[in-house]
């Protein structure tokens, strides 16, 4: 099945196609954030503090007069960045991980140890442990989620390594004296591209809640920056008497999420020979 056939019957799916939709739309919203908000994000107006939706500020303001529109536009780059850089740390780092302990059989089990040993923590608590020692920034926060998830990664490219490598294909180009790094690039890796896209879009879900999670808890990013976790943690004391100060961010993770869970399973769903019919 080639990309665009697959892309068909991927979109085939209402549900699927719903969530691809409204991924569309919100980083559309964030890579035009300039133009379609009339506010900057960081402009206070104290007078104007917790005013519920209107035709001039469409979800309000919060606390501090700030267009809660324009925050979260804005805040979706910052958000949408730090889930993406994650996701792309994590599955290049558990990639590595994976092939060197599945190829090599010596470094398989101090490898999957370390990876045992990561794993056993919850991530949310792995997570502000490291963020606690590294100290709060973005960087620190996006190091410390790759390194949270990485595992993960790990241990599903392990178990495919291990299968592909003692496929007939492999041992002949063994046989034939064609170097480890190039049967690992041109042999071994393309064949664990399915499973690697389905983490890939778990991973960056994961990361948009983990980062929520890890600033309402205050050791996430800088309150300064306006992701939609910070402004949820910024705003919790008002929300009985404003509540779309916390909604709405809120949505913004809850439908962002969704939205690349719902893909990941539809890829997941194309990509397995076994689910493939059920499209």
């Known amino acids: 099945m080639d990309i665009a056939a ?9 549900i699927v196609l719903a969530a691809a939709l409204v991924l569309t739309a919100i980083v559309c919203l964030a890579l035009a954030a300039p133009w379609v908000t009339g506010f900057d994000p960081n402009d206070t107006a104290v007078l104007q ?17 700030r267009d809660l529109y324009a925050r979260i536009v804005f805040g979706a780059r910052y958000s949408l960045a730090i889930a993406g850089l994650t996701a792309t740390g994590a599955v290049l780092a558990g990639t590595a991980l994976g092939l060197a302990a599945g190829f090599f ?4 089990a101090p490898l ?5 040993a990561m794993m056993a923590f919850p991530d949310i608590l792995l997570a502000i442990s490291l963020v606690a020692i590294l100290g709060p920034s973005l960087t620190n926060v996006v190091l410390a989620l790759v390194l ?3 595992p993960r990664v790990a241990r599903v490219v392990r178990a495919s390594t291990l299968v592909v490598r003692e496929l007939l294909y492999v041992e002949a180009a063994r046989a034939l004296g064609v170097s480890t790094a190039r049967i690992l690039w041109r042999h071994i890796l393309p064949n664990l591209m399915s499973p690697i896209l389905v983490q890939l879009s778990f991973i960056f879900a994961y990361a948009i809640l983990a980062e929520a999670g890890l600033s309402f808890l205050g050791v996430g990013v800088p309150p300064e920056i306006p992701t939609w976790g910070t402004m949820v943690a910024g705003s919790q004391s008002y929300a009985h008497q404003a509540f779309w100060v916390v909604l709405f961010p809120g949505l913004a993770i809850i439908f962002t999420a ?21 499209l």
């Not at 068909?8 to 209402?14: A, E, I, N, S, V």
């Not at 999957?112 to 045992?116: E, I, S």
């Open 112 to 116: 999957m140890r370390l990876v045992d």
């Open 105 to 108: 059989r010596r470094l398989d």
């Open 6 to 14: 697959g892309l068909r019957h991927l979109l085939m799916r209402r």
């Open 148 to 150: 949270v998830y990485a």
């Open 49 to 65: 503090r917790l005013k519920g939706p209107s035709p001039e500020h469409w979800m309000g303001t919060d606390e501090l007069g």
């Open 258 to 278: 969704l939205s690349l869970q719902l893909l990941g399973d539809g890829v997941r769903d194309l990509l397995d020979p076994r689910l493939k019919k059920a």
